[in-house]
């Protein structure tokens, strides 16, 4: 029952270094998402994807980048962390096909990124 | 825009005493409607969701009814238990936005014995 996994859970950067979040989900989902959170700002959307081969920006974009090659992964790129970048990131994802689409995302186990 | 808004927290209840978290939304057209919850150190899971005005979503002993004329979906609970403590986030898909789930800034509930 693996769901939403991502890796790594917990990372310490220093300004400027780059990294990636790995997202892996084995539901068959067409579509996935990262979302940040912040204390008192609930959770906002960074990127998202409805299929292989597709992205798109979400709510607050810049400083990411993201790549879904395959269907069942989702990267989420740093080029140049910063101290704002600090946060609690989710990958979710979820059934949609041919517009059917029910709203219930699965959420992974959260990344804790902290930039110094 | 679209919006969530709901209650700030934390809120602090007693064992066994009746739960209300406010929710209300600012949305075009029929959203459809959740709740989520986020249990500490853990990513969230769907609590419960409605899809069209007066339906009543449910499940754990909560339960939330869409309400379209106040456009509101109040998370209610008669009774909470220790193990109900975590965070509570009200969300909605705008209806044609189906790529796309917009959250609350959550409530935080404690449940002191």
């Known amino acids: 029952n693996a769901g939403v996994t991502q890796t790594p859970k917990f990372r310490v950067l220093k300004t400027g270094q780059s990294m990636t979040l790995l997202c892996a989900q084995d539901?068959?989902?067409?579509?996935m998402y990262w979302y940040r959170q912040d204390p008192g700002m609930g959770l906002r959307l960074i990127h998202y994807s409805v299929g292989e081969g597709t992205t798109a920006k979400g709510e607050v974009p810049d400083g990411y980048n993201v790549s879904r090659l395959k269907k069942q992964n989702f990267l989420l790129g740093l080029e140049s962390a910063a101290p704002s970048q600090t946060s609690v990131y989710f990958c979710a994802s979820s059934y949609g096909s041919s517009g059917m689409y029910t709203g219930e995302l699965f959420f992974g186990e959260g990344s804790r990124l902290t930039v110094l | 825009g679209n919006s969530v808004t709901q209650m700030e927290g934390p809120v602090t209840l007693s064992e066994e005493a009746f739960l209300t978290i406010n929710c209300t939304y600012t949305a075009t057209g029929y959203p459809s409607l959740f709740w989520y919850v986020q249990y500490p150190g853990e990513g969230l899971q769907l609590l419960l969701k409605a899809t069209k005005a007066d339906d009543k979503g449910s499940n754990k002993g909560f339960e939330a009814t869409y309400r379209k004329e106040t456009t509101s979906f109040h998370l209610e609970k008669g009774s909470v238990q220790v193990s109900d403590s975590a965070v509570y986030f009200c969300a909605f898909v705008a209806s044609g936005g189906y790529q796309k789930v917009t959250f609350g800034t959550g409530t935080k509930l404690q449940v002191i014995p």
């Open positions: 539901m068959n989902h067409e579509y």
